[in-house]
Nanobody
């Protein structure tokens, strides 16, 4: 049974940083790409970042240069390091396993101006 559990959300001031974590279980983590999505109030869920099983990464233009996705296969965990945060980054952030797809429960990130 696939499980994705996010943590690390919270309230941060503009310009600050947060690191999200997603602990995965129920599948062979090292063989799968993983992604992060977010959903702001009143908006559709949008893709934020992806990391392949080989470690290649890609980002939505709005976070390039500020966010970094990474993975630790020994811990079955994917991370999203968010720096230079902006109020428009405020959203619920979801961990994603593209095959399926499968989703975590989400973690709230709020950036105050």
């Amino acid at each position: 049974q696939v499980q994705l559990v996010e943590s690390g959300g919270g309230l941060v001031q503009a310009g600050g940083s947060l690191r999200l974590s997603c602990a995965a279980s129920g599948f062979i983590f090292s063989l799968n790409g993983m992604g992060w999505y977010r959903q702001a109030p009143g908006k559709q869920r949008e893709w934020v970042a992806i990391i392949t099983s080989g470690g290649s990464t890609n980002y939505v233009d709005s976070v390039k240069g500020r966010f970094t996705i990474s993975r630790d296969n020994a811990k079955n965990t994917v991370y999203l390091q968010m720096n230079k945060m902006k109020p428009e980054d405020t959203a619920v952030y979801y961990c994603n396993l593209p095959i399926g797809p499968y989703w975590g429960q989400g973690t709230q990130v709020t950036v105050s101006s």
